[in-house]
């Protein structure tokens, strides 16, 4: 179970209760979700050896009930008085108290100091990173379903490209598609034609497509896993010039995930990538890749998912981005399967 | 300008700089959206008496400028560093800085304080929530248009209620409707039906509509500004009890509207409201209403807009929700026009 990969953490660090918190109905916060299934307001508490428990607002138990086990109710008006009063009750004992610094905000921290006064404080945001960055058998089994719906939409894409009119169009294929799959999305599909491809994290328009590459960057969440895949058309005739740009960095890209090794840092991957785009590096404005699922910044071991996406950007010109969701389990796998020679349309 | 009222607020309060930020790229902070029309990674420099400008990471450059007219570059790896070095270079001189508390992490704060030790740093979360909660011509034009746009799709859904089997088939209505209309969702739609209306932020599933009431909630963003209503309609011959109860909560809700006036203060109304819901009051067990585009906790004042929306909830039995966005300007009106007449389908 994860939480109990996390108690054991908790030992190690010697903090005797995590408390994760969301206080924003319209937003959730993603290590809750991660151990409880449950996306809305609520305070998730996970004593070192207890059954840990998630406390919710009145208007929310019967929800939080359907995602998870043991669910208690905290009055809002005095949040964490009432959360310890549930701790009191419960009979948790605790000195030292875990809480993630990356999704508190000070206004809450203030409160919740106020709150605990004698109890020691520790960051547990890092812990929280390093443990979700492993995933188990079971993330995994849904990280490759995710990916595979992903590459099944991209593909059903790429064949109905010729009926497509705007750049708008195209995402919102691409999000019905997800939908009738009983999917979300991993963040709303960029899709990005002529000149605006050049902006990686440009949002479509209700505009024509327009000829040249076209940049198609989409991803499901599947039973809250993400896929992340890109893919780079030509819409019209590519010249001899377009074509070897592509493959160069198509090349590259294949170059990057072959050499992807245990224990090899993220840095020595991206400086790979820029040494091998040379003259072009100038025009690689963002980051080699992510974590999927969590932030990965550190050295690369067994059973993490990522990608490697590397671009070429030329501001009022054009844009190539070519992106895979990649595992690593002692060696590399590429989960998104959809080609990456260049597609005309 | 917006930034205008702003700075004479940071004037008034002896702030000489305000500093919001955003450092994830799946995420956006709501008062940099609101300045500058920017969602990405990025920070934004309002200094009290010169232009305000957004500073964004390299990728971003370009995008950021289609939003906003005075855009730079930071360095991602050294962010603060280079923020202090920009302001140098854009002569900004500063005692007093202003941080929103409620949107800033503890991680990102302390790396903040690190960089400016000698800064005095003051809370703003508290002047923005001020600042926003007013709105000006635009944005009120902006938030009837939504309103409307809104209503036009809750219409078009009522009529066409016969056609669906699954509650997601009543959702993914919704999300069409507004995806034509070229609006994002204030939220993901809420269609609740049978026992499961009594979750008041119930997910839609992938089953088929049960009879009894059905809860729909739903709004457009329409320009970055939110509509939010609620309707709840019966699936098959209500009792005379059901209509009973379904009128009841209307009157009620009605009423609250109707009572609302200058400087009343929130809890007043909701107290009202559970006064008059008299022994069903046990089973409201949500806040009355909230703020649209931002919270309101304490008084009504002029040219605010919130919602009012009343509910009973019984759990595994049935739940009934009528929800209005209302505009308060001198005097009420109510900017969702759908009937609230029970609406049998």
């Not at 010697?14 to 993603?30: E, F, G, M, P, V």
């Not at 998912?305 to 009022?316: H, K, Q, R, W």
């Amino acid at each position: 179970m994860k939480a109990g990969r996390f108690q054991y953490c908790l030992r190690a660090n010697r903090i005797d209760l995590a408390l994760l918190l969301n206080l924003d109905s319209l937003d959730y916060n993603h290590n809750m979700l991660y151990f409880t299934g449950y996306k809305g307001i609520g305070v998730f508490l996970i004593p070192k050896n207890k059954k840990p428990f998630l406390v919710v607002p009145e208007m929310e138990v019967e929800r939080a009930k359907k995602s998870f086990n043991k669910v208690c109710q905290f009055d809002k008006k005095r949040l964490f008085e009432s959360i310890k009063q549930i701790l009191r009750k419960n009979k948790v004992k605790f000195r030292t108290l875990g809480i993630d610094y990356s999704s508190i905000n000070i206004n809450a921290f203030r409160a919740l100091k106020k709150e605990f006064k004698k109890t020691k404080i520790k960051d547990v945001s890092k812990e929280l990173l390093n443990l979700r960055k492993i995933k188990d058998e079971e993330e995994l089994k849904n990280l490759r379903k995710s990916c595979s719906i992903a590459d099944s939409i991209v593909r059903k894409c790429l064949k109905s490209f010729k009926k497509f009119r705007t750049e708008k169009d195209v995402a919102f294929f691409l999000e019905y598609e997800a939908k009738k799959a009983s999917c979300g999305l991993s963040f709303p599909p960029i899709v990005a034609s002529g000149k605006n491809a050049s902006m990686p994290h440009y949002e479509p328009q209700n505009i024509e497509l327009k000829k040249g590459f076209c940049v198609i960057d989409f991803g499901v969440k599947y039973r809250g896993y993400c896929s992340d895949i890109t893919r780079t058309v030509y819409i019209g005739k590519p010249s001899e010039k377009e074509k070897q740009i592509y493959n160069f960095l198509l090349k590259i890209q294949n170059n990057l995930i072959k050499n992807i090794k245990i224990n090899k840092k993220c840095d020595k991957i991206y400086n790979e990538c820029v040494k091998q785009l040379n003259n072009y590096s100038k025009y690689f404005t963002h980051g080699l890749g992510h974590g999927v699922g969590v932030e990965i910044h550190d050295k690369i071991g067994n059973k993490m998912v990522f990608t490697i996406e590397p671009g070429i950007y030329v501001a009022n010109k054009f844009g190539i981005r070519i992106e895979d969701t990649v595992l690593f389990d002692k060696k590399v796998s590429i989960l998104t399967k959809t080609t990456k020679e260049m597609v005309i349309v």
